[in-house]
């Protein structure tokens, strides 16, 4: 039996695996997906297991290494995006990035800053990060990147509220600016928050991996 | 990864890894020969093992055989220098196992 399923993940590390673990869980194996949109097909129960990494800071390069690397490893890996964005052939400016990959360009490291990776179920826990300074290390880039979208949607939010875009239309007109403001404000309202969760996580880690590995 | 220069200390993954990598040795059988040896301990996590392997090598503590970059599977394997620091830190956990067993006295379980 296949399935389709049209989600989208605002939380998109934790809560996206936790979700394609239960539906792994029942029986569903994910074969691909596109924007929000999710095709399983059928499978024996618990028969793989997904983990979810953030990988939007790596360039083109380095995202093309570390996937093959995972792959070398036997893991299927399934690109995911973040944005909703449908454009093609452009270039984003992605300031939390390491090095070039402050850069994504369409083909290429934009729109796939998620690696889905499933495994064949062994009984073990699957993670991909174990020692508590790698740990500390990725959930600073997971942490930056929120932090870096929440602080973009104050300052449009901010833009859009006073009277600085005077002569920029929001929705080209169609809608009135403060749903701009609202809008804008929600983003930087989400990206503080899971920034701040993540940092929580990341700090964690930090003092742990003072006395230990 | 931090690995202590000061100390001279290494970081569990890291000796690990130089042990392993002391027979030419591919990405997952690292994973494998850390699991086995440690009989389950430590298991470790793809992402890490793949910024331990780039830190290493750019420390030139291990390389990759073989020739260029589209190989299918890269096997790795410890060098000179990697030897040296390996001998450097067997030898201090050797030095901080007779300390902890003078203070604490032996190990009953």
């Not at chain 1, 495994?119 to 990725?138: C, E, S, W």
């Not at chain 1, 939010?157 to 403001?181: E, M, N």
């Not at chain 1, 928050?193 to 742990?208: N, P, R, V, W």
Request: overall charge positive; aromatic content about 12%.
């Amino acid at each position: 039996m296949k399935k389709t399923v049209i989600k989208y993940f605002i939380d998109f590390t934790d809560k996206q695996e936790k979700w394609l673990n239960e539906m792994a869980a029942r029986g569903f194996r994910l074969v691909r997906c596109g924007k929000l949109m999710y095709k399983f097909e059928q499978s024996a129960l618990a028969e793989y297991q997904y983990h979810v990494e953030f990988v939007g800071e790596k360039s083109h390069t380095k995202h093309t290494d570390y996937k093959r690397f995972l792959e070398d490893l036997g893991y299927r890996i399934i690109c995911k995006n973040i944005n909703l964005n449908w454009s093609i052939g452009k270039v984003r400016f992605r300031p939390w990035g390491d090095g070039a990959g402050k850069f994504a360009t369409s083909p290429g490291a934009y729109s796939k800053e998620l690696l889905i990776v499933e495994k064949r179920n062994d009984g073990k826990p699957f993670d991909l990060h174990t020692d508590t300074q790698d740990l500390a290390v990725y959930f600073k880039v997971v942490r930056n990147a929120y932090f870096c979208v929440g602080v973009m949607g104050i300052v449009f939010a901010a833009l859009f509220t006073t009277s600085i875009l005077t002569t920029f239309d929001f929705a080209w007109g169609v809608l009135p600016k403060w749903c701009g403001g609202v809008l804008f404000a929600l983003v930087g309202i989400i990206g503080v928050f899971f920034g701040t969760k993540y940092a929580l996580i990341a700090k964690q880690y930090s003092e742990l991996g003072k006395t230990n590995e | 990864m931090r690995d202590n220069i000061k100390g001279g200390a290494l970081t569990e993954t890291t000796f690990l890894i130089l042990l392993a990598t002391c027979n030419p040795i591919h990405g997952y059988g690292i994973m494998q020969f850390i699991e086995t040896e440690t009989k389950g301990r430590v298991a470790l996590g793809a992402g890490t093992l793949y910024g331990a392997i780039n830190t290493l090598q750019k420390k030139g503590w291990i390389e990759p055989i073989g020739n260029s970059q589209n190989d299918v599977k890269k096997d790795y394997i410890i060098t000179q220098l990697g030897k040296q620091v390996a001998a450097d830190e067997q030898r201090r956990l050797v030095e901080i196992s007779h300390l902890a067993e003078k203070v604490l006295g032996g190990i009953s379980a």
